[in-house]
Protein backbone atom coordinates (compact mmCIF):
# COMPACT_ATOMS: atom_id res chain seq x y z
CA UNK A 1 0.00 0.00 0.00
CA UNK A 2 1.16 3.53 -0.68
CA UNK A 3 0.13 6.01 1.51
CA UNK A 4 1.72 8.83 -0.55
CA UNK A 5 0.00 8.80 -3.32
CA UNK A 6 -3.47 9.23 -1.44
CA UNK A 7 -3.40 12.84 -0.57
CA UNK A 8 -2.13 13.77 -4.17
CA UNK A 9 -5.27 11.59 -5.28
CA UNK A 10 -7.49 13.18 -2.70
CA UNK A 11 -6.45 16.69 -3.92
CA UNK A 12 -9.95 18.37 -5.07
CA UNK A 13 -10.09 20.88 -7.53
CA UNK A 14 -10.01 24.19 -6.40
CA UNK A 15 -11.78 26.39 -8.86
CA UNK A 16 -14.12 28.76 -7.43
CA UNK A 17 -17.41 28.41 -9.22
CA UNK A 18 -19.04 31.44 -8.25
CA UNK A 19 -16.29 33.60 -9.41
CA UNK A 20 -16.91 31.81 -12.75
CA UNK A 21 -20.72 32.42 -12.65
CA UNK A 22 -19.98 35.93 -11.67
CA UNK A 23 -17.41 36.60 -14.38
CA UNK A 24 -20.15 35.30 -17.65
CA UNK A 25 -22.79 37.22 -16.15
CA UNK A 26 -20.52 39.78 -16.41
CA UNK A 27 -19.26 39.16 -19.76
CA UNK A 28 -22.78 38.77 -21.08
CA UNK A 29 -23.86 42.13 -19.24
CA UNK A 30 -20.94 43.70 -20.93
CA UNK A 31 -22.23 42.50 -24.49
CA UNK A 32 -25.71 43.23 -23.92
CA UNK A 33 -24.68 47.14 -22.61
CA UNK A 34 -21.95 47.75 -25.61
CA UNK A 35 -23.23 51.10 -26.26
CA UNK A 36 -23.39 52.17 -23.20
CA UNK A 37 -19.72 52.68 -23.09
CA UNK A 38 -18.67 52.84 -19.33
CA UNK A 39 -21.22 50.36 -18.22
CA UNK A 40 -19.94 48.08 -21.26
CA UNK A 41 -15.82 48.89 -20.17
CA UNK A 42 -16.12 48.53 -16.39
CA UNK A 43 -18.24 44.89 -16.78
CA UNK A 44 -15.94 43.58 -19.04
CA UNK A 45 -13.21 44.58 -17.08
CA UNK A 46 -14.28 43.06 -13.55
CA UNK A 47 -15.76 39.46 -15.72
CA UNK A 48 -11.85 39.52 -17.00
CA UNK A 49 -10.50 39.41 -13.16
CA UNK A 50 -13.22 37.51 -11.76
CA UNK A 51 -12.08 34.82 -14.71
CA UNK A 52 -8.42 34.88 -14.10
CA UNK A 53 -9.44 34.76 -9.76
CA UNK A 54 -11.52 32.01 -10.42
CA UNK A 55 -9.41 29.44 -11.37
CA UNK A 56 -7.83 29.57 -7.21
CA UNK A 57 -4.81 27.88 -6.87
CA UNK A 58 -4.98 25.48 -10.13
CA UNK A 59 -2.72 26.67 -13.31
CA UNK A 60 -5.34 26.55 -15.73
CA UNK A 61 -9.08 27.62 -16.14
CA UNK A 62 -12.00 26.25 -16.10
CA UNK A 63 -13.71 26.55 -19.71
CA UNK A 64 -16.29 28.84 -18.78
CA UNK A 65 -13.66 31.22 -17.29
CA UNK A 66 -11.60 30.47 -20.44
CA UNK A 67 -14.96 31.80 -22.59
CA UNK A 68 -16.10 34.64 -20.22
CA UNK A 69 -12.45 36.56 -20.93
CA UNK A 70 -12.87 36.24 -24.25
CA UNK A 71 -16.31 37.29 -24.44
CA UNK A 72 -15.35 40.27 -22.06
CA UNK A 73 -12.41 41.20 -24.21
CA UNK A 74 -14.82 41.23 -27.09
CA UNK A 75 -16.82 43.79 -25.21
CA UNK A 76 -14.58 46.09 -24.52
CA UNK A 77 -13.05 46.08 -28.02
CA UNK A 78 -16.44 46.69 -29.57
CA UNK A 79 -17.23 49.42 -27.11
CA UNK A 80 -13.54 51.03 -27.89
CA UNK A 81 -14.35 50.83 -31.76
CA UNK A 82 -17.74 52.17 -30.94
CA UNK A 83 -16.18 55.53 -29.80
CA UNK A 84 -13.35 56.07 -32.27
CA UNK A 85 -15.94 54.92 -35.14
CA UNK A 86 -18.51 58.05 -33.64
CA UNK A 87 -15.33 60.26 -33.23
CA UNK A 88 -14.28 59.77 -36.77
CA UNK A 89 -18.15 60.26 -38.32
CA UNK A 90 -18.46 63.32 -36.17
CA UNK A 91 -14.75 64.48 -37.94
CA UNK A 92 -16.01 63.40 -40.97
CA UNK A 93 -19.46 65.30 -41.23
CA UNK A 94 -18.17 68.48 -39.72
CA UNK A 95 -14.52 68.54 -40.54
CA UNK A 96 -13.16 69.61 -36.94
CA UNK A 97 -14.69 69.00 -33.44
CA UNK A 98 -14.86 72.68 -32.92
CA UNK A 99 -17.01 73.24 -35.94
CA UNK A 100 -19.13 70.41 -34.86
CA UNK A 101 -19.33 72.64 -31.50
CA UNK A 102 -20.29 75.44 -33.52
CA UNK A 103 -23.32 73.64 -35.58
CA UNK A 104 -24.35 72.73 -31.65
CA UNK A 105 -24.46 75.88 -30.31
CA UNK A 106 -26.07 77.47 -32.82
CA UNK A 107 -28.95 74.61 -32.58
CA UNK A 108 -29.37 75.21 -29.53
CA UNK A 109 -29.83 78.85 -30.23
CA UNK A 110 -32.46 78.21 -32.53
CA UNK A 111 -34.47 76.05 -30.42
CA UNK A 112 -33.77 78.94 -27.75
CA UNK A 113 -32.65 75.85 -25.18
CA UNK A 114 -28.74 77.01 -24.81
CA UNK A 115 -27.46 79.16 -21.89
Same mark, same amino acid.
Request: charged share 10%; with cysteine; aromatic share 8%.
Given at each position: /? ?5 ? $? ?17 ? $? ?15 ? +? ?11 ? +? ?9 ? $? ?35 ? /? ?10
Amino acid at each position: /MKFGNLS $SEMQTDRRSLPMTTAAVVL $SVLAVCTVCCIYVSFFC +GVLGIILALLSKG +GETTMSPSAKT $SCVVSVAAIVLSILLVVGSFLTLIMEYGSIEKFWEAY /MELLETYNIGP
